[in-house]
Nanobody, 126 residues
Framework: EVQLVESGGGMVQPGGSLRLSCAAS????????ITWVRQAPGQGPEWISA????????YYADSVKGRFTISRDNANNIVYLQMNNLKPEDTALYFC???????????????????WGRGTLVTVSS
C-alpha cells in the first residue's frame, strides 16, 4: 500500500524555522518526483516546492524561494522541507504528493498527483 506521511509541523514564531518530513512507503521511492503543496485556512491550494527523483533538480514558488529548501533521502524514503524565516502567511496545512510524471512547476491539480499524505499543520504566530 502506497503511503505518504507528513510530520514536523507545529507552532512557531515569525522568523522561526521548522523542518517537515514526508515519509514514503509501499513503492520504489527513488522512481518518483515529489511535490509539496499547502493550503491556508479559507484559501485554495498553493504549489510550493518539488524535487526530482535523485534530488538533482529542485523547484520553488516565488513565495518561498530563498527561505525553504527541499531535499530527499532515497536511502530512507523521506523528502524534507526545511523552512526558515517563517512568516504568518506561511500558516497552512502542508501536504506532500507523489507526481505521476515529472514535476510540473506551479501546478497543484490533483490529476498530476496519484497519492497524497494527510498533511501536517504549520502555524506561524507571535
Amino acid at each position: 500500500e502506497v503511503q505518504l506521511v507528513e510530520s514536523g509541523g507545529g507552532m512557531v514564531q515569525p522568523g522561526g524555522s521548522l523542518r517537515l518530513s514526508c515519509a514514503a512507503s509501499g513503492f520504489t521511492f527513488s522512481n518518483f518526483d515529489i511535490t509539496w503543496v499547502r493550503q491556508a485556512p479559507g484559501q485554495g491550494p498553493e504549489w510550493i516546492s518539488a524535487i526530482n527523483i535523485d534530488g538533482g533538480s529542485t523547484y520553488y514558488a516565488d513565495s518561498v524561494k530563498g527561505r525553504f529548501t527541499i531535499s530527499r533521502d532515497n536511502a530512507n524514503n523521506i523528502v524534507y522541507l526545511q523552512m526558515n524565516n517563517l512568516k504568518p502567511e506561511d500558516t497552512a496545512l502542508y501536504f506532500c504528493a507523489r507526481n505521476r510524471g515529472t514535476v510540473v512547476v506551479g501546478y497543484w491539480g490533483r490529476d498530476e498527483y496519484d497519492y497524497w499524505g494527510r498533511g501536517t499543520l504549520v502555524t506561524v504566530s507571535s
